[in-house]
C-alpha cells in the first residue's frame, strides 16, 4: 500500500481529472444525502456507487466486483482517468484510481471524511478482501479466452 502522502496525492489528481472531463453544461444527478465534494460527481461515478451500495447490502465481495467490472467500462470510455505518469504500467494506474474510488465511495456512501475512508482502505481485512476480489476479476476474465481454444 503506498503512503499516505503519496495516497493524498493520487486522490487529488484524480479529482482535478474528473474534473477536466466533466461536459460544460451537463447536470449532475442531485442527492439530498451527498456529503460536499467541492463539485459535482460524474453521472457514471454516481450509478457506480449506487450499485455499490446495493452489492454492498448484500457483501463487501459483491460490491468490489461491482467496482472492478464497472472501473474496467469507465476506463474504456475516459481512458485519461488513468494516472500514467505515476504509474510503472497500466494496471497499477487502474489500482490507483480503484483505490480512488473506493475512498470516494465511502465518503459519498457513509459521509466519511478523506482520512477516515483511507484507513478504511488500509485495514489489513479490506486489503484481503480487495486482493481476493481482484484474482476473482482476473480469472472471469481468462474464463472466456480458454473456452475459445
Given at each position: 500500500m503506498a503512503s499516505l502522502?503519496?495516497?493524498q496525492k493520487r486522490?487529488?489528481?484524480a479529482k482535478a481529472k474528473a474534473k477536466q472531463i466533466r461536459m460544460v453544461g451537463r447536470k449532475s444527478i442531485v442527492d439530498q444525502d451527498l456529503p460536499d465534494f467541492g463539485e459535482p460527481i460524474p453521472e457514471y461515478t454516481l450509478a457506480m456507487f449506487s450499485k455499490m451500495r446495493d452489492a454492498e447490502a448484500v457483501?463487501?465481495?459483491e460490491m468490489l466486483s461491482v467496482l472492478l467490472t464497472d472501473l474496467a467500462f469507465i476506463i474504456i470510455d475516459h481512458p485519461e482517468l488513468l494516472d500514467m505518469e505515476n504509474a510503472d504500467d497500466e494496471g497499477m494506474a487502474a489500482t490507483h484510481l480503484a483505490a480512488d474510488m473506493l475512498i470516494d465511495y465511502r465518503m459519498w456512501a457513509d459521509g466519511m471524511d478523506r482520512d477516515a475512508a483511507q484507513a478504511w482502505l488500509s485495514e489489513p481485512q479490506f486489503i484481503a478482501d480487495f486482493g481476493a476480489a481482484l484474482d476473482v476479476y482476473r480469472e472471469s476474465l481468462e474464463a472466456p479466452e480458454e473456452k475459445a481454444e
Open positions: 502522502n503519496k495516497q486522490a487529488k489528481r457483501s463487501r465481495s
